[in-house]
């Protein structure tokens, strides 16, 4: 069972950058000798004041040095927001750079504030999406590519690098509703779901995907990655203690950007959103849990968010171990 890690970018504006980029190398070290087999990064734009977030590119570049070895992949990028050439060859390069083992994950973007800031229409973000997947893929898998489309002109251009295996570029597509989920079954090669879905959602979401992929005639041994916010702590209680001001926080941020939160301040309140959807105990709940996931969902991989601003380094470093040594055993 493989086990990859989602690298926490953004910090709360009060903290120290240079003190939050020297967690990251500890962290990413700590799971490459755990054993974990990948780095996910995520993508947001003009968080400030409030939270403070790197720049996705810059960081991918200098994770595939620090995790030599590891795959590497984007959960998401805010494709209709990019330059479908500039990201053709950023993730072309990012490819080489990882021997052959980048995955570019992408998604649509649902935040108003964004959208302004970089001059996109939201209303055009789904036609942007569709032509920018088209244009992506030819320009990796040709050396020659013309392409007119509403948003994508391009009269035989060729990219300056093209991935390590033009053809077998992987391409995920991430997605929380229906038309997200068949969208990534006929332009991607498997589907990324968010963090907080519950079990239920994850099962209907999968075989939403499958079912797409039979009617498109589209290959269907895909990798089905699990997403989960996870800490696995010194005990029950104390794992709950730790995570749960953390993950609030964050829950209750992504309630401001209209994506969903819940009324995580007490302890039953957080169990409740918990169940299903986080894999937060000691190391034989967490071992459980992620047996339950792969026999339920047919799980081929995981990918873990273990940090959250308010987390203490330590706290998040001795969660690490203990998810390598159970993934060990899977």
Known sequence: MKVGMFVTLEIEGHQDMGTHLR??????????????????????????????????SPMLGYLAHLGQGMRLGTAVLLLPMLNPVLLAEEAATLDHLADGGFVLGVGLGYRDSEFAALGIERKSRVGRFR???QAIRL????????????????DDVSLAIRPKNPSKMPLWIGGTVED?????????????GAGAMSMDEMQRWW????????????????????SRECFCGPSMQGAIDLARGPISAKYTRYAGHGFGGFGGDSDDGFRQFAQDRFVIGDEAYVRDELQRYRDTLGATEFRFRMAWPGLPQEEVVASIKRLGRIAATL
């Open 139 to 154: 320009l990796w898998e040709n050396d020659h590519v013309t392409f007119h489309g509403k948003y994508v002109h391009l």
């Open 207 to 226: 075989g939403v995907f499958h079912q797409a992929r039979v009617d498109y005639g589209k290959p269907l041994d895909y990798d089905r990655q699990v």
């Open 23 to 56: 967690e990251i190398r500890e962290q990413v070290s700590t799971a490459r000798d755990a054993g974990f087999d990948s780095l996910w990064l995520p993508q947001h734009f003009v968080t400030g004041p409030a939270m403070r977030q790197t720049a996705s």
């Open 131 to 133: 032509e920018y997947c």
């Open 180 to 192: 997200a989920v068949k969208r990534a079954a006929e332009l991607g090669d498997s589907w990324q």
